[in-house]
């Protein structure tokens, strides 16, 4: 069974500080996502990465993929209250028809004012 | 435009009742997908199809069965609700691209069985 443990489960921290996320799994990932969901809705993808050891910056998010493509990190740069969400890996896909993903455990932000 | 859209937003209903939750994708996608996000906010895989065909049912209850008309519509209908019934559902499209394309998730429907 292949899965996708992200660490830490909870952050809470102040804005303007620095954070990073893990995404982990001992199984090996064609691409990985990375989605944000704001409570109430479902969520929103972010990026894709899909080079082992490539890196990509979407303005203060920086998105890494683990150059034996098996993990990842999401680093945030001066968190600002508006990054809060449920942030989710996803690694996939695990089927030739199908862009089937296999969803992280989330990490839960929150970032006070 | 929504791009995908679920209904309803929200269902409470009673243990031993039939109900369906419908989702729609005006975005072209030919692949559409069912995934049940629990307390936990843990999403999970239910069922996938491909231009109306089934090509992932995971190990669910046969108590669940979607239906697609067609590519832009898969509808899950949930027979003998159960307590633990109770989650988030989200429907999904994406284009095959090799994992590439990435989804694009309905606003969910909250199920509370009672």
């Known amino acids: 069974t292949q899965l996708l443990e992200q660490s830490p489960q909870f952050l809470s921290i102040q804005e303007g500080e620095n954070l990073t996320v893990y995404c982990n799994s001992s199984?090996?990932?064609?691409?990985l996502q990375w989605y944000r969901q704001e409570p109430g809705e479902g969520p929103v993808l972010l990026v894709t990465?899909?080079?082992?050891?490539e890196v990509k910056k979407l303005k203060r998010l920086t998105f890494q993929f683990g150059d034996a493509r098996k993990d990842s990190s999401l680093h945030i740069t001066a968190a600002q209250p508006g990054d809060t969400g449920l942030y989710l890996c996803?690694?996939?896909?695990?089927?030739?028809?199908?862009?089937?993903?296999?969803f992280g455990t989330g990490t839960r932000l929150q970032v006070f004012p | 435009d929504t791009a995908v859209s679920q209904t309803p937003k929200y269902l409470v209903t009673q243990m031993g009742n039939d109900k369906s939750i419908k989702c729609e994708q005006n975005?072209?996608?030919?692949?559409m997908y069912w995934y049940k996000q629990d307390s936990k906010k843990f999403l999970k895989i239910m069922f996938s199809?491909?231009?109306?065909?089934?090509?992932i049912n995971e190990t669910v209850p046969n108590r669940f069965s979607p239906k697609s008309p067609d590519k832009a519509h898969l509808n899950l209908h949930i027979n003998s609700l159960e307590l633990g019934d109770s989650a988030v559902y989200f429907c999904?499209?994406?284009?095959?691209?090799?994992?590439?394309?990435?989804?694009?998730f309905g606003s969910g429907t909250r199920l509370t069985v009672v």
């Open positions: 996803a690694g996939g896909p695990v089927s030739y028809n199908t862009d089937k993903l296999i």
């Open positions: 990465v899909v080079t082992g050891g």
């Open positions: 199809y491909n231009n109306k065909e089934l090509i």
């Open positions: 999904a499209s994406s284009q095959v691209n090799r994992g590439l394309g990435g989804y694009t």
């Open positions: 199984s090996v990932f064609s691409s």
């Open positions: 975005l072209g996608h030919d692949t």
